[in-house]
């Protein structure tokens, strides 16, 4: 494992809290976990690496593959569909070759393609489409720029030079939870409905007998919890 430490360090656990106040609710305690650095960037160019392994994340929703370049170093990826053990992948601008998990720029991809870890901005790296089951397709382009179509349908604009890799996010399957204590091992804390509670800790608290509430859903602070605008 003395390879992989330098891929690897410790996050230090806020548990939902600023400056020692609760700012989200129901959050801490959660099992100690190493965060993985992903290579979003992409930047050894022309520089083929072979696939060793592929790895468990508990930061993220899908798997990473673990990947050695032919010059030794190694970096992690977030996994591609269709892509298996002792392959080779590259990451390519003049010379691309369309095979999963292989990157180029949004100039080299044809209408129609799907991607994923797709950058905003020239050498920024990815940041749209990096979840599991993910990906966007390219539905238009012109010279200077191309219009992606996100997961939600959102369509974005982008320039040709921005990164993306060819094809879709592998799905890691949900497993049933079997116990609720594996939710504690998440860092998940138990919720309380605020129609159960006493007036004095929740808008919604009180009543005779099993009350609806009486008023629109919210917070314990009164913030709405349902209905309103969250998009800047």
């Known amino acids: 494992m003395n390879i992989y430490k330098k891929l690897c360090f410790f996050k230090k656990k806020n548990s ?13 305690n959660s099992h100690k976990k190493l965060y993985r ?7 050894k160019i022309d520089i083929p690496a072979k696939i060793l392994r592929f790895d468990y994340d508990p930061n993220r929703n899908t798997d990473l593959a673990l990947i050695k370049y032919l010059d030794g170093e190694y970096r992690y990826i977030i996994r591609t569909n269709e892509m298996f053990i002792n392959d080779v992948i590259l ?21 129609g393609s799907f991607l994923n870890c797709i950058e905003k901005y020239p050498n920024s790296g990815a940041i749209f ?3 599991s089951g993910i990906s966007s397709e390219l539905i238009f382009k012109d010279n200077k720029f191309g219009i992606i179509k ?33 939710n504690r091992w998440k860092g998940i804390r138990p919720t309380v409905r605020g129609v159960a509670m006493n007036p004095v800790d929740h808008p919604l608290g009180g009543g005779e007998g099993k009350t609806s509430g009486g008023r629109h859903p ?11 605008k969250t998009k800047k």
Do not use: E, M, W
């Open 16 to 28: 939902g809290r600023s400056r020692g106040k609760i700012s989200v609710r129901h959050i801490g």
């Open 37 to 43: 650095k992903i290579d979003f960037l992409r930047n």
């Open 91 to 111: 990451s390519s601008v003049k010379n691309p070759i369309f095979n999963f998990g292989n990157s180029t720029i949004i100039k080299n991809f044809q209408i």
């Open 129 to 131: 489409s990096r979840s």
């Open 150 to 182: 996100l997961s939600s349908s959102k369509k974005i604009k982008i320039s040709l030079n921005c990164k993306a890799t060819f094809g879709k996010i592998f799905n890691r399957y949900k497993k049933k939870l079997y116990k609720a204590g594996q």
């Open 218 to 228: 919210c917070s314990p602070t009164g913030k709405k919890s349902k209905g309103y």
